[in-house]
């Protein structure tokens, strides 16, 4: 298949796109080229340079070229979806976003949901909040993504349409986020971790298995939402134990916050997905009993060979 990838340049990203291309598709990658590429200039990857957020220059980009499917890695905002619907009518037959679990904000269940949590078509669309501002951006990271979702999933859609709703990212020596990071720094230097006083479980997915995850979707023909996580909910103690085990120190502490800020990967609301969809149609994902030590083995590695 012809591919493009939006985005891509980092993290699961980049796993997806050299999954992409050692399955034989050709794999195309646009972004703004304001960081280093992934991949070397001979390694099989087209490169288009354009910011998505420019309409115009998206159109001049992509002039004369189609796509079979589009894998869209960082559509934040419903404005961005806006455009991403003109400007692929008829340059693509499918189109795959990556969402998040953080769609499901206003859910607060003890039981893992499934994708009908959201009714897409409820969703305010607002495209005239400050989207192009990154600190309102950031702040209502999981409400752009569902009204992003409800943009495409809106009637009248120009091609066929899944978005994928990925469970909190685990792995990697590149993992940006910082966020196991923070409890492999403060495990080992003796600190105690902050937790709120009721701390809920959540699913997570190993940063490997999503890329193939979403390469498995890019192929697919399913539409509509999908939850991605692996079986086997984590609590904030069974990260800290498995921390612990591999870097000593003793034992964890752990400190209640009632009122403040709580350490990532904390969570004071049920935060869990049901994969039953995924199953379903044909995925199976592992269990995180399978990677957490990996998981954690990589970040722990990434840290030392920084103080090194």
Not at 17 to 46: C, M, Q, Y
Request: charged residues 25%.
């Amino acid at each position: 298949m012809d591919i493009l990838v939006i985005g891509g340049n980092r993290y699961f990203g980049k796993r997806l796109i050299a999954n992409l291309r050692d399955s034989g598709h050709r794999v195309t990658v646009l972004n703004r080229g304001s960081s280093p590429a992934a991949f070397p200039g001979d390694a099989g990857i087209e490169r288009l340079t354009a910011d998505r957020d420019d309409e115009s220059a998206l159109e001049s980009v992509l002039a004369g070229r189609s796509f079979d499917v589009v894998v869209d890695q960082v559509c934040y905002t419903p404005r961005q979806a806006v455009v991403a619907r003109r400007v692929f009518a008829g340059r693509t037959r499918r189109y795959v976003m990556t969402s998040t679990v953080e769609v499901y904000g206003y859910e607060d269940s003890a039981t893992p949901v499934t994708e009908d949590a959201v009714d897409l078509a409820s969703v305010a669309v607002d495209t005239e909040l400050p989207w192009d501002e990154p600190e309102f951006r950031d702040a209502h990271y999981g409400e752009g993504k569902r009204q992003a979702e409800a943009v495409f999933a809106a009637d009248g859609s120009p091609f066929a349409w899944t978005s994928v709703r990925v469970a909190h990212v685990l792995g990697g020596a590149d993992d940006f986020t910082g966020r196991l990071d923070h409890y492999v720094r403060r495990i080992g230097a003796g600190e105690p971790i902050a937790v709120p006083a009721v701390n809920h479980p959540a699913t997570y997915v190993y940063v490997e298995e999503i890329a193939a995850f979403l390469a498995w979707a890019a192929t697919a023909d399913f539409t509509g939402p999908v939850n991605a996580n692996s079986h086997g909910p984590l609590t904030t103690a069974d990260l800290c134990a498995e921390i612990g085990r591999q870097v000593g120190g003793g034992r964890v502490a752990f400190r209640e916050v009632e009122v403040g800020e709580v350490s990532p990967f904390s969570f004071a609301r049920s935060y869990g997905m049901d994969n039953g969809r995924a199953e379903r149609l044909g995925y199976a994902f592992g269990h995180t009993g399978e990677w957490l030590a990996r998981a954690v083995a990589e970040t722990v590695g990434a840290r030392n060979a920084e103080a090194r």
